[in-house]
Structure formats: structure tokens, C-alpha cells
């Protein structure tokens, strides 16, 4: 989906997808943590991050 808004020049609806994903990182990161899996929870949590500025960043643009 996130393809599909980029190429057709779209940025409204971009933030909300991307807290969306940020949120589902949060959760794979919430598994991995669970079974111990530590690089998949830093991973996750990295994604994390990089999803939910991207949303805050482009929200206030």
C-alpha cells in the first residue's frame, strides 16, 4: 500500500499506514522478546522507530 500512495504522488494517508506498521514492529519485537530471540526484538524495535518518525515527520509537514 505504502508503494501504491509513492508512486501515485498521495502523502495523506501515508502517516496512518505507518503507525500502523510501526505498531505491528512493536508487536514482532513483544514475540521476539518472548522467545528470547534478541536480535529479532533489537530489529523490530529499530523498524519500529524508523516507522513512527517517519509518520511524526510527515504529519507535521
Known sequence: MLLILLAVGTRG???P????AGL???GDAIIGGGRRNWPMAATCVGLAAVHLLSAWWLAGQ
Do not use: E, F, W
Request: proline share 0%; net charge neutral.
Open 17 to 20: 499506514i505507518l503507525v500502523v
Open 13 to 15: 494517508g501515508l502517516a
Open 24 to 26: 505491528a514492529q512493536i
